[in-house]
C-alpha cells in the first residue's frame, strides 16, 4: 500500500519552462491537495480538489494550474516556471474535505528554477 | 497567512529525556493536529484533538489543548533517536482544505 505516490521526486528547471508535477494516491480518498513548502515557513495550500471534477484556489494558486484526473490522480501544472517557485511541493489526501480529517502526504518534489 | 505558532523552533535534547513543544494560534478552531516530518520525507498525521477535548494520548505522545490561551503542546515522553525530525501544529476553523500549518519545531535527539 504505497499511500500518496509523486514524480518526480527532484527536477531543474529553467525559467520560462513549464512542468507538470503528479501525484496519486491509493486510499480512495475524495480529497486531494498541493501545497509548497518554503525554508521556515509552514506549508500553504497552492489548491485542493475536495472531490473528483471539482478545484478550488488555495493561499497561494498565481503562477499554477491543477487538474483531477479521476479520483486516484491530482496533477499541479507550472506553465512559466519562475525562480520565486523554487521550493518543495507536497501532495496530500484527506477521506473527504471535512472537518477532523487528517491529511497523507507523499515525500514530495524538490523543485528549482534557475 | 500563519496560525499557528510553534515554539521552540529548534530544540535539542538528550535520548531518554522528555521533549516539549508548544503551538500558539490566534482565532477560534475545530481542532488542532500535530504533523512529524522527517528529513527529506512528507509530513506524517500524529494526532488530532477536537476543541472540546483537552488532554489526548498515543503510545509515547501527549498532547494537550487550552482554548482559552489559544495553545496547545506536544510532549514525548522518553525521546529515541527515530524521534529527530521536524513537528508542525496545523489549526483548523472548518473543512481539510482549510488548515494552516505552522513553521514547525525541529527537534534534534543527541544519543
Known amino acids: 500500500n504505497a499511500g500518496v505516490t509523486q514524480t518526480p521526486k527532484f527536477q531543474v528547471l529553467k525559467t520560462g519552462q513549464s512542468m507538470t508535477l503528479q501525484c496519486a494516491q491509493d486510499?480512495?480518498?475524495?480529497?486531494m491537495y498541493w501545497y509548497r513548502q518554503d525554508p521556515g515557513m509552514g506549508l500553504r495550500l497552492i489548491y485542493y480538489s475536495a472531490s473528483e471534477g471539482t478545484t478550488d484556489k488555495g493561499e497561494v494558486p498565481n503562477g499554477y494550474n491543477v487538474s483531477r484526473l479521476n479520483k486516484r490522480e491530482f496533477s499541479l501544472r507550472l506553465e512559466s516556471a519562475a525562480p520565486s517557485q523554487t521550493s518543495v511541493y507536497f501532495c496530500?489526501?484527506?477521506?473527504?474535505?471535512?472537518?477532523?480529517?487528517?491529511?497523507?502526504f507523499g515525500d514530495g518534489t524538490r523543485l528549482s528554477i534557475l | 497567512s500563519q496560525q499557528g505558532e510553534e515554539d521552540p523552533q529548534a530544540l535539542s535534547i538528550q535520548e531518554g529525556e522528555n521533549a516539549t513543544m508548544n503551538c500558539s494560534y490566534k482565532t477560534s478552531i475545530n481542532n488542532l493536529q500535530w504533523y512529524r516530518q522527517n528529513s527529506g520525507r512528507g509530513l506524517v498525521h500524529l494526532i488530532l484533538?477536537?476543541?472540546?477535548?483537552r488532554e489526548k494520548h498515543s503510545g509515547r505522545l501527549r498532547v494537550t489543548l487550552d482554548t482559552s490561551k489559544k495553545s496547545s503542546s506536544l510532549l514525548i515522553t522518553a525521546s529515541r533517536a527515530a524521534d529527530t525530525a521536524s513537528y508542525f501544529c496545523?489549526?483548523?476553523?472548518?473543512?481539510?482544505?482549510?488548515?494552516?500549518f505552522g513553521s514547525g519545531t525541529r527537534l534534534s535527539i543527541r544519543p
Open positions: 486510499m480512495n480518498h475524495n480529497s
Open positions: 484533538i477536537r476543541s472540546n477535548e
Open positions: 496530500a489526501s484527506s477521506e473527504r474535505d471535512r472537518v477532523n480529517q487528517p491529511q497523507h
Open positions: 496545523a489549526t483548523s476553523r472548518g473543512s481539510a482544505s482549510k488548515i494552516i
